[in-house]
């Protein structure tokens, strides 16, 4: 039997979510079944990493950091044609499904990664309809990352049947010796007997650092019976701000900050509780996931993909946005409880495995390519 030829576009010159998606799923493909190739703009940091994966690659002008570019069709048309693919899989970039409906029996998914909220225009009767019409033509199917991004597009006008929720997949961390945990733990000034909460994420202002440099700062002063490390983990333009933030509260000297890392494993094998503060989107979130692969308890905002991975009461709390005083209160409630705080990790771990194993993952996604071909 043939394989089934199944070529994925993808804008991305950075290795961002997307970028992590599809590196994730060419890792654990079903290789007898799929020929997967993957069309990347020149110069993109992911080709060395899906090189890894053995998946051919494309490169092409066209595709750099945009979703359509009206002048890329033509050139993008003629790939599609000279390699017939039977799927075309599209990550931002809306080109290559215009380009993909001229071929014919070609089928065309995109992966939706963002959940951003619908813009007003979409109000307008109207404007859902015309919105519907184009991606029920471009796309015979849609993923999400999340429930909250599926709902989105379906207040965009988007026919709710053709779209598919997939949360992202891991391939999973591994635990780190006592000693390699301790040494890094002394590395950055941490005691044995400090609790280490830790944000992994981008520092914008939309991830909400502010709120949990407040929470510490509540836990500072409230919850005096227990010491606490915050770890920052990230670099961004809004790294300077924070630091001055921490400062203005008297917490410079419980919340550290990282900068760049990229032993995201180790520094996560040191972590306590994770975080998640953000207030304004949030797919399916890596990091927690990557979390949950170690067992580690969270306490996220109750935004877009977080109560998927975080399940209130079970392997950590879900907390209102823009709520240091909730989120401290809720970090402190898994800490003081060490039965608790066991069955919370044990239950990271079982929610890991049963939902976001990248190899469940990556079937999911094939269960797609296989009902629509």
């Given at each position: 039997?043939?394989?089934?030829?199944?070529?994925?576009?993808?804008?991305?010159?950075?290795?961002?979510?997307?970028?992590?998606y599809?590196?994730?799923?060419?890792?654990?493909?079903?290789?007898?079944?799929?020929?997967?190739?993957?069309?990347?703009?020149?110069?993109?940091?992911?080709?060395?990493?899906?090189e890894t994966?053995?998946?051919?690659?494309?490169?092409?002008?066209?595709?750099?950091?945009?979703?359509?570019?009206i002048?890329a069709?033509?050139?993008?048309k003629?790939?599609?044609?000279?390699?017939?693919?039977?799927?075309?899989?599209?990550?931002?970039?809306l080109?290559?499904?215009?380009?993909?409906?001229?071929?014919?029996?070609?089928k065309?998914?995109?992966?939706?990664?963002?959940?951003?909220?619908?813009?007003?225009?979409?109000?307008?009767?109207?404007?859902?309809?015309?919105?519907?019409?184009?991606?029920?033509?471009y796309?015979d199917?849609?993923?999400?990352?999340?429930?909250?991004?599926?709902?989105?597009?379906v207040k965009?006008?988007?026919?709710?049947?053709?779209?598919?929720?997939?949360?992202?997949?891991?391939?999973?961390?591994?635990?780190?010796?006592?000693q390699q945990?301790?040494?890094?733990?002394?590395?950055?000034?941490?005691?044995?007997?400090e609790?280490?909460?830790?944000?992994?994420?981008?520092?914008?202002?939309?991830?909400?650092?502010?709120?949990?440099?407040?929470?510490?700062?509540i836990?500072?002063?409230k919850?005096?019976?227990t010491?606490?490390?915050?770890?920052?983990?990230?670099?961004?333009?809004?790294?300077?701000?924070?630091?001055?933030?921490?400062?203005?509260?008297?917490?410079?000297?419980?919340?550290?900050?990282?900068?760049?890392?990229?032993n995201?494993?180790?520094?996560?094998?040191?972590?306590?509780?994770?975080?998640?503060?953000?207030?304004?989107?949030?797919?399916t979130?890596?990091?927690?996931?990557?979390g949950?692969?170690?067992?580690?308890?969270?306490?996220?905002?109750?935004?877009?993909?977080?109560?998927?991975i975080?399940k209130?009461?079970?392997?950590?709390?879900v907390?209102?946005?823009?709520?240091?005083?909730?989120?401290?209160?809720?970090?402190?409630?898994i800490?003081?409880?060490?039965?608790?705080?066991?069955?919370?990790?044990?239950?990271?771990?079982r929610?890991?495995?049963?939902?976001?194993?990248?190899k469940?993952?990556?079937?999911?996604?094939?269960?797609?390519y296989?009902?629509?071909i």
């Open positions: 039997m043939d394989k089934i030829k199944v070529m994925h576009f993808l804008s991305d010159t950075n290795i961002g979510g997307a970028g992590k599809l590196i994730t799923y060419c890792k654990n493909r079903d290789k007898d079944k799929y020929d997967v190739i993957v069309a990347l703009p020149e110069g993109s940091l992911l080709i060395p990493e899906l994966t053995g998946v051919r690659i494309i490169t092409l002008n066209g595709l750099k950091d945009k979703s359509f570019d002048g069709i033509g050139k993008l003629k790939i599609i044609k000279e390699e017939k693919p039977n799927i075309v899989h599209t990550h931002a970039s080109s290559a499904r215009i380009a993909a409906r001229s071929l014919k029996g070609c065309i998914i995109y992966t939706r990664h963002c959940d951003f909220e619908p813009s007003s225009m979409y109000n307008n009767g109207l404007v859902r309809k015309l919105n519907g019409w184009f991606n029920k033509k796309a199917s849609i993923i999400a990352t999340s429930e909250h991004a599926k709902e989105n597009l965009q006008g988007i026919d709710e049947s053709l779209i598919t929720t997939i949360s992202n997949g891991f391939d999973g961390h591994m635990i780190i010796g006592a945990r301790d040494a890094i733990r002394q590395k950055y000034g941490i005691t044995s007997d609790v280490v909460i830790g944000y992994l994420a981008r520092l914008v202002e939309l991830k909400g650092h502010k709120y949990l440099i407040d929470s510490a700062k836990l500072k002063e919850y005096k019976d010491k606490f490390k915050v770890l920052i983990m990230g670099s961004g333009d809004y790294e300077q701000t924070l630091k001055e933030y921490a400062k203005q509260n008297g917490v410079e000297d419980i919340v550290i900050f990282t900068g760049f890392i990229t995201t494993e180790e520094m996560l094998n040191i972590v306590d509780i994770q975080v998640n503060c953000s207030y304004l989107s949030e797919t979130n890596l990091a927690l996931i990557e949950l692969s170690l067992g580690i308890p969270s306490v996220a905002t109750n935004i877009g993909g977080n109560s998927q975080v209130d009461n079970v392997n950590g709390y907390v209102p946005i823009q709520d240091p005083e909730k989120m401290a209160e809720s970090i402190y409630l800490t003081k409880d060490p039965e608790r705080y066991s069955q919370m990790k044990n239950e990271a771990k929610i890991f495995e049963e939902e976001f194993n990248s469940v993952f990556a079937k999911n996604i094939e269960k797609v296989e009902r629509i």
